[in-house]
Structure formats: structure tokens, C-alpha cells
């Protein structure tokens, strides 16, 4: 076996590209005159409430992958487990990797570019309960935090205070109201003592994410459907490393959700090879 392990494409921004919100499909956007833009935020993110699994597409550029695009799946209740495929657009002509979050470990598939440089084995596993969330994970992209709540991201904006209605668009063939306004991670961070606890943790785990980014503001953008759920949503800020800019689109929401974890001979195990390490 090679000394040292080279992560496929992608492990760096895991978390990150789990972000997302929810989704619905609807008819008309007509906006009640009683309903101001911050209480229409405020209402679709309510309803991220009452999500059990998402489906949705994303693309954008991250500080560190530059341009990526994925598609993913992701099932919150009863157990949390999630499949993505994406590529990194500005790595090698557009290297691809595939992710799963199955059982409480986090897989990493980088076919047979990944088989080169593991012997011959196409995917990494990463055992969260037997990892945690040390400096090892940090130092690979931060995996521990695979774990986050996609619904959480959709709904920063309430924290906004400059919150406004842009006018009304079609996204994916679904009529949408668009809204912006701007949050810094700081204001979002002092909204944390009035939610529950549940809503507070998911919200402190993102929040930490965009804290070690460098991130201190971000600029949101959020379309909502005839249903009072958000559809697509944008988030743009300045990292340590360089821009961050990701649109996510939703394709579908409470949908069954499987998701297995690969082959055994295909994989190769990180807590197994951090103990035979220092066996050694």
C-alpha cells in the first residue's frame, strides 16, 4: 500500500455542498397583500419543517473546487442517509466523485483514478462514530460536518433585515416569487437563543461551516413556489480562498430515498487504517 492516501475530488467541500433547502411544486405565485416579503420567508421556512427527503441539483463555484455541479438526494427522517454525484469543473478537464452518507459513514468514490492511488480500491470510508469529528476529519475537508440538515441553508434569509420582494420568475417550469436580502454570520448566530434546541444545533453546525470558510456575510436569494416552499435559492459571499457562489434547484421532496454502501472489496476503511497505524 502507498504511504500516503490522496482524497478523491470533492471531500474538501462534503459539507459544503450539502447545503440546501426545500422544495415544492406548485402553480400560481400570487403573493397575499397582507403578506409582507419578510413574512413570505418567513413562512417557506417554516415548512422546511415538514421535510422528510429532498432531491435537487446544484451548481456554482466553491472557494477552494472552483466550478462544480452535482445532483444528490438526501433522506433526514427517520435516519439521516444521502447519495451526490458531482464534478469539480476546473480539476483535471472535470473530475467527478460520488458521495454516500449511509449508516453513519460517509463514502467517497473516485472510480478508477481514485483505484490508483489505493490499491486498486475505488472508495474511501469514512466511519463518523469512530472518527468523530477530530482534526483528522478537519484535515479532509471537514467530513465530520456531512451530517448537517440540508433544509438549514434555505433559511438564513430570515435573519435578513433588508429583505425584499424582486418580482416573479419561472424556475424549472414552476412560477416562483423572488426574494433577496443580506445576512452576516454574526446576526444569524444572535438568532440562535430563540430557537429550540433542535433547530439551534442545525443552524450552529452550518454557521461554524461558513466560520472556518472565512465567510462573514452572505448575499440570499430565494425563489418561492405557489405552495409556500422554497424552490431554488442562491448564496454568494467572500471566502478566505475565493469566492463562494452556489444555486441550488429543488427536483422533488418526501420521495423514498435508498441509499447502500458500496462493496466492501471496493472500499477502503480510514478508521482501519488509522489503527493498524498505530498498531504499528
Same mark, same amino acid.
Given at each position: 500500500?502507498?504511504?500516503?492516501?490522496?482524497? =478523491?475530488?470533492?471531500?474538501?467541500?462534503?459539507?459544503?455542498?450539502l447545503a440546501a433547502g426545500a422544495v415544492g411544486c406548485s402553480g400560481g405565485t400570487d403573493e397575499s397583500p397582507k403578506m409582507t416579503p419578510a413574512?413570505?420567508?418567513?413562512?417557506?421556512?417554516?415548512?422546511?419543517?415538514?421535510?422528510?427527503?429532498? !432531491?435537487?441539483?446544484?451548481? @456554482? !463555484?466553491? =472557494?477552494? &473546487?472552483?466550478?462544480?455541479?452535482?445532483?444528490?438526494? #438526501?433522506?433526514?427522517?427517520?435516519?439521516?442517509?444521502?447519495?451526490?454525484?458531482?464534478?469539480?469543473?476546473?480539476? @483535471?478537464?472535470?473530475?467527478?466523485? &460520488?458521495?454516500?452518507?449511509?449508516?453513519?459513514?460517509?463514502?467517497? %468514490?473516485?472510480? /478508477?483514478?481514485?483505484?490508483?492511488?489505493?490499491?486498486?480500491?475505488?472508495? #474511501?470510508? *469514512?466511519? +463518523?462514530?469512530?472518527?468523530?469529528?477530530?482534526?483528522?476529519?478537519?484535515?479532509?475537508?471537514?467530513?465530520?460536518?456531512?451530517?448537517?440538515?440540508?433544509?438549514?441553508?434555505?433559511?438564513?434569509?430570515?435573519?435578513?433585515?433588508?429583505? &425584499?420582494?424582486?418580482?416573479?420568475?419561472?424556475?424549472?417550469?414552476?412560477?416562483?416569487?423572488?426574494?433577496? @436580502?443580506?445576512?452576516?454570520? /454574526? &446576526?444569524?448566530?444572535?438568532?440562535?437563543?430563540?430557537?429550540?434546541?433542535?433547530?439551534?444545533?442545525?443552524?450552529?453546525?452550518?454557521?461554524?461551516?461558513?466560520?472556518?470558510?472565512?465567510?462573514?456575510?452572505?448575499?440570499?436569494?430565494?425563489?418561492?413556489?405557489?405552495?409556500?416552499?422554497?424552490?431554488?435559492?442562491?448564496?454568494?459571499?467572500?471566502?478566505?480562498?475565493?469566492?463562494?457562489?452556489?444555486? *441550488?434547484? *429543488?427536483? %422533488?421532496?418526501?420521495?423514498?430515498?435508498?441509499?447502500?454502501?458500496? =462493496?466492501?472489496?471496493?472500499?477502503?476503511? +480510514? /478508521?482501519?487504517?488509522?489503527?493498524?497505524?498505530?498498531? %504499528?
Amino acid at each position: 500500500m502507498k504511504s500516503s492516501v490522496r482524497v =478523491p475530488v470533492g471531500a474538501s467541500v462534503a459539507a459544503l455542498l450539502l447545503a440546501a433547502g426545500a422544495v415544492g411544486c406548485s402553480g400560481g405565485t400570487d403573493e397575499s397583500p397582507k403578506m409582507t416579503p419578510a413574512a413570505a420567508v418567513a413562512k417557506a421556512a417554516k415548512n422546511t419543517e415538514e421535510i422528510d427527503s429532498i !432531491r435537487y441539483r446544484m451548481t @456554482g !463555484r466553491t =472557494p477552494e &473546487e472552483g466550478r462544480v455541479k452535482a445532483e444528490a438526494q #438526501m433522506r433526514i427522517k427517520p435516519t439521516l442517509a444521502m447519495s451526490m454525484k458531482m464534478t469539480a469543473l476546473d480539476q @483535471g478537464g472535470g473530475q467527478s466523485a &460520488e458521495i454516500r452518507l449511509v449508516d453513519k459513514a460517509m463514502y467517497i %468514490g473516485g472510480g /478508477a483514478e481514485a483505484a490508483k492511488e489505493m490499491d486498486g480500491k475505488s472508495w #474511501m470510508k *469514512f466511519d +463518523l462514530s469512530a472518527l468523530g469529528a477530530g482534526e483528522e476529519l478537519d484535515q479532509l475537508g471537514s467530513a465530520s460536518q456531512a451530517d448537517k440538515n440540508p433544509a438549514t441553508e434555505s433559511t438564513f434569509l430570515t435573519g435578513a433585515k433588508d429583505v &425584499e420582494k424582486v418580482g416573479t420568475e419561472t424556475v424549472d417550469g414552476v412560477e416562483t416569487t423572488h426574494y433577496k @436580502g443580506t445576512v452576516t454570520v /454574526a &446576526e444569524l448566530e444572535k438568532t440562535l437563543a430563540g430557537e429550540d434546541k433542535a433547530t439551534r444545533e442545525k443552524r450552529q453546525k452550518s454557521l461554524e461551516q461558513y466560520e472556518k470558510l472565512g465567510v462573514d456575510k452572505l448575499n440570499m436569494d430565494l425563489w418561492i413556489d405557489g405552495d409556500d416552499r422554497t424552490k431554488q435559492f442562491r448564496m454568494r459571499g467572500q471566502a478566505d480562498k475565493g469566492p463562494l457562489d452556489m444555486t *441550488f434547484t *429543488f427536483l %422533488g421532496f418526501n420521495e423514498p430515498v435508498k441509499v447502500a454502501a458500496p =462493496p466492501a472489496k471496493d472500499t477502503m476503511d +480510514l /478508521a482501519e487504517m488509522m489503527k493498524e497505524s498505530q498498531q %504499528g
